[in-house]
Every structure is written in structure tokens, then in C-alpha cells.
């Protein structure tokens, strides 16, 4: 390898591809329905909506890198990238 090519981050590949998960998509529509139930409020915080949005990423990017499946006993579509768009924008619509 020349030292002028640049080694792409697999976290950060790992991380795009995790939050485009239904888990963790779901999970950042719950952040962001609080995030604009506290600017309409003027006060309070959704950290922990954030930090569960996190968690989801983090154990997707895990089971990820480590090519095990977190699910068992049930399907494992938590872990598997969503369809095409119209799919993400459904998912998106049914929570509002």
C-alpha cells in the first residue's frame, strides 16, 4: 500500500449503515419528536433519546463487525440495512 492512499474508517461506513436501520431509525424519530417537544416548551432535554439512539448504533455496529447476529430467536431485520428510500420515508410517516 503507497502512503499517500488513505485506509477508509470502517467504523464510521458501520455507523452510516447502522443508523439507516429500523431500530435505529425509529429510535432517532423518537429523538427528534422530543427535541421539538422541548424547543416548543423552552425547556428540558432529550438526552436519553440520544443515548438510546447511540446504544442502537453502537450494538448494530458491533453485531456488524463481529458478523453475529443479536437476534436469536427472532428474525434478525433489526441488523439488516433498509430497503430503498420509500421504505426509510414510510417508516418515518408512521411516527409522526
Known amino acids: 500500500m503507497a502512503d499517500d492512499e488513505e485506509v477508509p474508517d470502517q467504523k464510521a461506513m458501520h455507523d452510516e449503515r447502522c443508523a439507516k436501520t429500523t431500530e435505529c431509525a425509529m429510535l ?3 429523538y ?3 427535541a421539538k417537544r422541548i424547543e416548543a416548551k423552552g425547556h428540558g432535554e432529550c438526552t436519553g433519546y440520544y443515548m438510546d ?3 442502537a448504533i453502537d450494538r448494530c455496529v ?3 463487525r463481529l458478523r453475529v ?3 436469536r430467536a427472532r428474525a434478525c431485520s433489526a441488523v439488516l440495512p433498509l430497503p430503498p428510500a420509500q421504505a ?3 417508516i418515518f410517516a408512521e411516527t409522526k
Open 28 to 30: 432517532y424519530v423518537q
Open 32 to 34: 427528534e419528536a422530543c
Open 53 to 55: 439512539y447511540l446504544g
Open 62 to 64: 458491533r453485531h456488524a
Open 69 to 71: 447476529c443479536p437476534c
Open 88 to 90: 426509510k420515508a414510510a
